[in-house]
Structure formats: structure tokens, C-alpha cells
């Protein structure tokens, strides 16, 4: 499971090669495209090769590898009544299911795939310019991200840390669903940049 952060950072990261990847479009008889998947393919295998010798099998194997000589025998008793306290529940196929076609989220799936491209489309950027212009999404939500953990750190209070990113997006969403008819094309960019620097 990755991290959020990880997460952002590898969508900015994936926008810049891109921009410059999708430039070889041409060279050697490919498209832009598929340069684009096989430089990441071979990072994306890169890191799973080292996280393979990295990461720790199991609780009890946390010795060894590229890891050195971590963890004693207390850690590894601490690790696993932690674990075994806190099992969730089996996740089944129906369960994913749901979740991908979880009516709530099917807005926010249509706009963060579909919708900025296209208003970006729209604007008349081109495939360099649009995927140069999704960074800034990503750039707010480390930045909120990262003010929200600190407030919750130093305020020591969740709940409310919990549901800004709900009291965000809303009104947010509603104008959207409700004024893309009479706004601008820039309009909905800032509006579909503010979605999706979701915290």
C-alpha cells in the first residue's frame, strides 16, 4: 500500500517525464505513449525488485537482506499482538466491487479522470501543456495535506481534521454539477484543480 504522499509525488513526477517523454512521439517508429509506459514500467520494476530484497517477509523475519539486523524478539512479540488485536475482516471481490461502483464516488472518478482533461482539451492546450497543468492539483493537496496533519498533531483533535476534506469538496462539487453550463473554461480548470486537491 502506498503512502498519500508517495502517491502525489509520483503523479507530479509522471507529469514532468511526460511532458518530455511524450515528445519522442515519432522517434524510431513509436508513439509518445509507449516510450512513456516503458520508462516507468522499468522504474516501476526497478522499485519492486528492491523492495523484494528490502521489505521483511513477515514479523519474524525482519533480519537480513538489505535490512540489515533490525528488530529484537520484543519488538517482533509487540508487532504481532498488534496485528493479531487489529485484524480486519476478509476483503472480498463484492467489496471491491462496491467500492468502484460506489454512486458517491462516481463524480469525483468522472472528473478526475475525464473532466480537467477535457476542459484543459477545451482551452486549447495540447497534450504537453494539459498534463504540465495537472501538477498543480497534486502540489495543493501535499500542501493541505501536510497543514491538516500538523493542525491535528498540534491541536491533538481528528474528527474535525477528518471532515474538512468533505466540507472542501462540496461546495466545490456543487458548482461544478450545477454552473458548468455558465462558466468559463478557466473557471472549471480552477474548479477541477480544487477537486482534486482533495486533502
Not at 508517495?6 to 511532458?19: E, Q, R, T, W, Y
Not at 513509436?30 to 530484497?53: N, P
Not at 519474524?60 to 487489529?86: D, Q, V
Not at 493542525?151 to 491533538?156: L, M
Amino acid at each position: 500500500m502506498t503512502s498519500p504522499a508517495g502517491d502525489i509525488d509520483d503523479k507530479k513526477l509522471s507529469a514532468v517525464l511526460a511532458a518530455g517523454i511524450l515528445q519522442l512521439r515519432g522517434h524510431r517508429g513509436w508513439a509518445g505513449w509507449r516510450y512513456h509506459f516503458l520508462i516507468e514500467g522499468l522504474f516501476t520494476f526497478a522499485v519492486g525488485v528492491i523492495s523484494w530484497f528490502y521489505l521483511a517477509a513477515s514479523p519474524t523475519a525482519t533480519r537480513g537482506g538489505l535490512r540489515g539486523k533490525n528488530g529484537c524478539k520484543r519488538e517482533e512479540t509487540i508487532m504481532i499482538s498488534r496485528s493479531l488485536n487489529h485484524l480486519p475482516e476478509d476483503i472480498t471481490w463484492q467489496d471491491v466491487k462496491e467500492a468502484w461502483t460506489d454512486p458517491a464516488l462516481i463524480g469525483l472518478y468522472v472528473i478526475a479522470l475525464v473532466y480537467l482533461s477535457l476542459s484543459l482539451k477545451n482551452l486549447g492546450f495540447n497534450t504537453l501543456e494539459s498534463n504540465m497543468l495537472l501538477i498543480p492539483s497534486a502540489a495543493l493537496q501535499i500542501i493541505l495535506m501536510l497543514a491538516l496533519s500538523w493542525s491535528s498533531d498540534r491541536t491533538r483533535e481528528g474528527t474535525w481534521h477528518c471532515f474538512f476534506g468533505e466540507f472542501w469538496s462540496f461546495p466545490l462539487l456543487v458548482a461544478l454539477a450545477f454552473g458548468a453550463s455558465i462558466f468559463s473554461n478557466w473557471s472549471i480548470f480552477v474548479l477541477g484543480t480544487l477537486v482534486l486537491g482533495y486533502p
